[in-house]
Each structure stands twice: as C-alpha cells, then as structure tokens.
C-alpha cells in the first residue's frame, strides 16, 4: 500500500486523504463555504498526524482537478503541485468525473454529474464496464435527461433516475484506482467550459 496525501477542493466540501500503510484517514468538511485556502493546511496537517505521516514520506500527492469552482480547483492543484515540486514527488490528477465513476458499478450505460451552476451541468458519460463513452461536455436539464441514462453525483440534482454518493467516501477509492491504472495525465485543470468572467468578456465583445 502506499503512502499518500490526496485532496478535493474542487466544489464547496473539502476532503482530505492522508494514507500510511494499511492506516488511512479521511477528514470532510461538508460545507466550508468556499474558504478552503483558510482551513486545508490546517485540515491536511491534521489528517498527516493522525496517520503518523510526514510529507517527505509520501510516494505521492494527489488532488481533484475538476469540473468545480474555478478558484477551488487552483487551490488544490497549487497545493499538491507544491508538495510535489519541492519533494521530487509524483503528482497525480483525479477529475470529479473519475472520482464518481470509481465509485458507480453499474449494469448498464450511466452518466456522472455536477452542477456547473445556471441550470447547467458538467456531465461524463460510461458504459458498463467503466470504458468512457460520452466525453466532458457541458449540458442543460433538459439535454441530460434526453440522453435517458442513470445519473451519479455527489450533490443534490434534480434528474429522475438520481443516485446521490457519499463524497467524503469517493475520494480514497478513486486515488487507488487511479494509481492501479498507472496514473497517466499529470496534474492538470480540466475546465469543461470557460469561467463565468471569460463568458461575461466574450458577450460584452461580441456586441461590441
């Protein structure tokens, strides 16, 4: 088993996986109000101690890259990447996508989902076996649900058909199965689609 650190900052919960041997920890704030530059080194010194864990032990260093909030995703991307950079550690990114999709078994084609705010959603899609088979996209209410699949996520979303998951349970399966699979793609954001400013300067140029 290896040693780890692993973060989510990503949307408005923190979790933070600290992982020794056989002994793990996971600390969940579910709502933190989007403060997590306040309290996530306080959290991850936390979740270090518990397990009896130094950073210079770990094998790696894990985070969330997204979809989400913009400035949650970069919190948590810049903090692992630091821990990464200054320990000649490996840095492994999970989208939120991998980290539903870890935790679904499904008997047939399925969606994950988050919501990208506005009646908008961040949606992947799956097939049985896991193999992705609907790539990021950003979609409407109404386009979800005409794609007629069972939908995963970890916040309360108005599709029928809806299985809600347990975040603070996602993120340590995830990380495992990330790493079984090799680990491959580096740590960077995944934005399905362009901030809320970059919307608003596009509209404001395009009446220009």
Do not use: W
Not at 43 to 55: H, M, S
Not at 95 to 115: I, Q, R, W
Not at 143 to 155: D, M
């Amino acid at each position: 088993m290896s040693n780890f650190l692993a973060v989510d900052t990503s949307s408005r919960h923190l979790t933070v996986v600290a992982c020794k041997g056989d002994k793990k920890t996971i600390n969940h704030i579910p709502d933190c109000a989007m403060n997590h530059s306040v309290v996530l080194m306080d959290e991850i010194d936390r979740a270090l101690n518990e397990v009896g864990l130094t950073p210079a032990e770990c094998d790696f260093f894990a985070a969330v890259t997204g979809p989400g909030s913009f400035t949650g995703i970069r919190i948590g991307i810049s903090c692992v990447k630091g821990y990464a950079t200054a320990l000649n550690k490996r840095a492994v990114g999970v989208t939120a996508f991998d980290m539903l999709s870890y935790n679904v078994n499904s008997g047939c084609d399925y969606l994950v989902a988050v919501d990208a705010a506005h009646g908008n959603f961040y949606v992947c899609g799956y097939a049985a076996d896991g193999a992705c088979n609907l790539q990021p996209c950003c979609l409407s209410l109404q386009a979800v649900e005409e794609l007629k699949r069972p939908v995963y996520g970890f916040e309360e979303l108005p599709f029928n058909g809806y299985t809600r998951l347990n975040v603070s349970e996602c993120l340590y399966p995830a990380v495992l199965a990330k790493i079984a699979e090799g680990g491959e793609g580096g740590l960077f954001a995944l934005y399905v689609k362009r901030s809320q400013a970059e919307e608003e300067r596009a509209a404001r140029l395009r009446k220009v």
